[in-house]
């Protein structure tokens, strides 16, 4: 194992050995990779992704569980969800194969920067983009897939705490029939306005609500939202604008699994600020719960601001699968072959 402070790992950027690429032509078939030092790359300035955003990127997580194994994720989802979003960015689709080969040997092989059981995991970044030259609004010539990876420390470092939001007035993330359902990477620079906003009102991120009747709860910046009511779950339907993820299917059919009736639904503002318990998901922080929601200078607080007991259910029993403190008997876990 490397030698760093695990402990004062965060959620940013350390470099590690390797990085993974793979380039396509047009609409040849993609082919394995291969494993280069991390570094630097050249790029054409008429790049399709520079000028137009042609790109798309992914988020996972391999870890060391308590079995003393190391783990993926549900690593299938995210291949998927890229193809989906090469479907509607016109970029040739990367199959699943290649993905999963691609994202097994970058962990493979900066093994030794995989942090120790319970000092965090190896957050794995896959990125697809139009790398060739272009210049009028067209995909561009050439695609290429790159995977690299960064070991980041746990989210929570002392204990569970619920965050303050803020529902955002004045913007939006995704308008029906855009790119909102995809992680296309045109979606996230004009969140950084209202976030760094609310952030320096002392919110931990901005919530969105739909484009177009501006009543319902989308998401929680970069993450799924949730919230409780009498028992009964309840979340913003995959209509198009919202991301779908991978967490999120993963909450839903675990509290189905432990009896909890989940619905997948329009959300009024309304209905969110008056239920019992709020959380909201995504690979970074598994479950985070959320203590307070600001609407219109009026604070809505949850459950004392304190995670509510089926936020903490979930996450219990989400982390317990993770880390293989409980059996994984959703078949979520994908071991990290030893490839050389
Ligand atoms: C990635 C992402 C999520 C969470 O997806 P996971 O697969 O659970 O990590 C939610 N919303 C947005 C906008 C995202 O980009």
Request: aromatic share 10%; hydrophobic share 40%; proline share 8%.
């Amino acid at each position: 194992m490397k030698d760093i402070d695990w402990d004062a790992l965060s959620f940013s950027l350390t470099p590690t050995d390797w990085m993974y690429v793979t380039e396509v032509t047009g609409d040849d078939a993609w082919m394995p990779g291969t494993l280069r030092p991390y570094g630097d790359f050249n790029i054409s300035p008429a790049a399709g992704v520079l000028n137009y955003g042609q790109g798309l990127f992914e988020g996972m997580k391999a870890y060391r569980t308590a079995e003393g194994r190391l783990v993926f994720f549900r690593p299938e989802e995210n291949a998927r969800r890229m193809q989906a979003g090469a479907d509607r960015l016109k970029m040739p689709p990367v199959p699943e194969s290649v993905f999963i080969d691609a994202v097994e040997q970058v962990v493979d092989a900066n093994r030794d920067w995989v942090p120790p059981v319970g000092k965090g995991a190896m957050y794995v970044r896959p990125i697809l983009f139009g790398s060739g030259p272009i210049l009028g609004v067209a995909p561009a010539p050439s695609f290429t897939f790159m995977v690299y990876c960064t070991p980041v420390g746990p989210y929570f470092k002392g204990g569970m705490t619920a965050i303050d939001l803020l529902i955002s007035e004045e913007h939006h993330r995704a308008a029906p029939g855009g790119s909102g359902g995809v992680k296309a990477i045109g979606n996230y620079a004009p969140g950084m306005l209202p976030s760094k906003a609310a952030k320096a009102e002392g919110f931990a991120e901005v919530i969105y609500l739909d484009a177009q009747t501006h009543s319902c709860i989308e998401e929680v910046g970069a993450a799924n939202f949730f919230c409780v009511k009498d028992g009964v779950l309840s979340t913003p339907s995959l209509t198009g604008t919202i991301l779908p993820g991978i967490t999120r299917a993963s909450v839903i059919e675990l509290a189905r699994s432990r009896g909890y009736d989940v619905r997948e639904e329009r959300v009024a503002v309304e209905a969110a600020l008056d239920a019992d318990e709020a959380f909201c998901c995504g690979t970074a922080a598994v479950i985070s719960p959320i203590g307070s929601i600001t609407h219109m200078d009026t604070r809505h607080v949850f459950s004392n601001g304190q995670p509510g007991p089926v936020t903490l259910e979930l996450y219990d029993a989400l982390t317990a699968i993770q880390a293989e403190r409980a059996p994984d008997t959703f078949g979520w876990l994908h071991e990290v072959p030893s490839l050389r």
